[in-house]
């Protein structure tokens, strides 16, 4: 009898070919289960993370020694800094066409420093408006991010300098504050690491600015800076156009226009690593707290730099006054008050989402329309937007505090051009012209939480030229709306619009009428060739047979003095009631007093009583501010 090796005294059975095979199998299928197990959560980790990293890896680096290598920077693929990890799929990558590479950074790079910017095709005008300006300024050295091979082939076909992303996010609006808006953040966050750890400085610019200086030579200005990034800080501590002076300067630094150095490049890193480790973390805040650790003066500089990240960098604060954010560059026009030109404006502290930040821009001539835009088969109407000096000076004469009380003279300022923006808006739909915004005029600014009627730190005077999104829904006004429930739509337009150099030839065919109200000092004057005088009070019949005939239909533009008295009460009460639908809809809200809710609804229809508002609160004898829904 055999025995077993060993173990004298076991006997060994015989071990037929079946049998072997049984457990060979057997073998293999519990190895196999268990690789499995192993490798399918990893597998998910890397396509759930990482592989947004895949098209970021440099084909130089693939081949540079005939075989696969590690990328540039490896931490980014790890839950740890400082752990190595192989490269994945990296033939893949190398092959793939628009990749953001060494080369291609190369090719742009000046001073081995590139502009980067990003977007999916929802932003195309965006995207189109951010590179004809950067060309406009004589910069070069820049790269767009397409985020879906829609923008990538468009862009290419324009001959754009891109890459591509693949992100595999949404080809609409982002939304901000929406899970698709910070998985957006979180692209940027690794696109500044992939860039700074191939080895250059990258300029990085959100889509939804302006550049209007060439700021490679600026950033040239501060070779000691590791980091140079963009503020929310709401005054300027410098009246030069050096860098702030921190901690004066102490805000929230902005991400959304950053120079990082590749000497900040394990800054990036880590960045990268703490998103990844916290789906809810702000990828903004995430900055702040990094490049904050560790942070101080360093008093005996010059350049205003200042120790950050432990004191293992340099960093400065951008001046609010030329790299401005939305409220510096748009609300408080901080360039125009100091007599400066910025370098780039940022859409910021606005409150009507995409539209609201191309029509900012808009206002500003600092948006590239096409030709189409400028052309209305019906014309265009713009009207007298002069406001009392009486309200003027109540805004500025207001004990301020956070009441209801002290937010009076801010609505009689608004509910005045309200007035006359109702007028326009029922012309405009009498006779399918394009309204031209006023310029508003506010008396308090708007923010998310309570104030006095400036931001606190803010440097606003008031009253001021206000953005449009300040008191009207421009999203609301740029949807189309069912006409059986609202009536004919209305387009509109900014109200520099006339004064943009493609409307020139608007300007030459003009048509104005006089509303003779209360011995109006242009009714006085008597009609002429250029002016025509109607009587106030008008029904829509009668407006029609005076503004849609003759030379006046046939003006490009149609201009009314004191529009607000041109109509009478309405003949079609079904008309009337869509009109009012519409225009409920327009209206924005102001925020806040010291309340809970604390933000005011404008209303269109202050001056009606009764009426129902927006939110079917009822007003017997007069609008009065109310807090809420």
Not at 182 to 209: C, N, P, Q, W, Y
Not at 253 to 279: C, H, P, Y
Not at 396 to 424: C, D, G, K, S
Not at 577 to 582: A, I, S, V
């Amino acid at each position: 009898m055999a025995v077993v090796s060993g173990h004298p005294g076991l006997p060994r059975a015989a071990l037929s070919p079946l049998r072997a095979l049984f457990i060979v199998t057997f073998l293999f299928a519990i190895s196999g289960g268990l690789a499995y197990l192993f490798v399918m959560p990893l597998r998910q980790v890397y396509w759930g993370v990482y592989s947004r990293m895949r098209p970021m890896i440099s084909e130089q680096d693939v081949h540079a020694s005939g075989r696969l290598t590690e990328p540039v920077e490896p931490e980014l693929r790890g839950s740890t800094l400082g752990k190595r990890q192989p490269a994945i799929d990296a033939v893949h990558v190398a092959t793939r066409p628009n990749t953001l590479t060494k080369e291609l950074v190369r090719t742009v790079a000046i001073n081995n420093t590139v502009m980067v910017t990003w977007a999916n095709f929802h932003y195309l005008d965006f995207v189109m408006n951010w590179v004809q300006h950067v060309q406009a300024t004589g910069c070069t050295a820049y790269l767009v991010g397409a985020m879906d091979d829609t923008l990538l082939e468009l862009l290419l076909s324009k001959s754009v300098p891109t890459f591509g992303m693949s992100s595999g996010l949404t080809l609409g609006d982002f939304g901000w504050g929406t899970p698709t808006f910070h998985k957006m953040g979180r692209e940027k966050i690794a696109l500044i690491a992939h860039v700074t750890g191939l080895g250059f400085d990258v300029l990085i610019s959100d889509v939804d600015t302006v550049w209007l200086r060439n700021p490679l030579p600026y950033l040239a200005m501060y070779p000691a800076a590791d980091i140079l990034t963009s503020s929310d800080h709401l005054r300027n501590t410098v009246a030069d156009e050096g860098l702030e002076r921190w901690p004066d300067a102490g805000s929230a630094a902005n991400i959304g226009i950053m120079l990082f150095r590749s000497t900040a490049r394990n800054l990036a890193s880590e960045w990268v690593v703490k998103l990844q480790q916290d789906d809810n973390l702000w990828d903004q805040q995430a900055f702040n707290d990094l490049y904050r650790r560790g942070s101080k003066p360093l008093p005996d500089r010059d350049d205003r730099l200042f120790e950050c990240y432990d004191a293992t960098l340099k960093c400065g604060i951008l001046p609010v006054s030329i790299f401005c954010s939305g409220h510096t560059g748009f609300t408080q026009r901080m360039p125009d008050q100091l007599g400066l030109l910025p370098y780039v404006v940022h859409a910021t502290f606005q409150f009507s989402g995409t539209p609201g930040k191309r029509h900012r821009m808009r206002e500003r001539l600092w948006w590239n329309d096409a030709a189409d835009y400028f052309s209305s088969s019906n014309g265009f109407l713009t009207y007298d937007d002069t406001v009392p000096q009486a309200l003027l000076q109540a805004v500025a004469n207001v004990q301020r505090n956070f009441t209801l009380e002290a937010t009076m003279p801010h609505f009689n300022l608004i509910n005045y051009q309200l007035r006359q923006m109702r007028a326009a808006f029922r012309l405009a739909q009498l006779t399918g012209r394009a309204v031209i915004l006023p310029r508003l005029v506010c008396g308090m600014d708007r923010w998310w939480a309570p104030h006095d009627g400036t931001i606190p730190g803010s440097a606003l005077a008031l009253p001021y030229l206000c953005p449009a999104d300040h008191v009207l829904d421009l999203e609301a006004m740029s949807a189309v709306l069912a006409e059986d429930d609202f009536g004919p739509n209305l387009q509109f337009r900014e109200y520099s619009f006339l004064q943009n150099p493609l409307a020139t030839v608007l300007n030459t065919s003009v048509s104005n009428v006089v509303v003779c109200q209360h011995g109006h000092d242009a009714c006085l004057a008597g009609a002429n060739n250029t002016r025509r005088l109607v009587q106030p009070g008008l029904n829509d019949q009668q407006v029609k047979a005076i503004l849609m005939q003759g030379e006046l239909a046939k003006a490009k533009v149609l201009r009314v003095v004191g529009i607000e008295w041109l109509f009478g009460a309405w003949a079609d009460v079904a008309s009337e009631e869509r009109f009012k639908r519409r225009l409920d809809r327009y209206g924005s809200i102001w925020c806040c007093v010291d309340a809970h809710p604390g933000h005011i609804w404008y209303d269109f229809f202050f001056d009606q009583a009764p009426h129902q508002d927006r939110h079917g609160r009822m007003f017997e004898k007069g609008w009065r501010p109310l807090t809420g829904p």
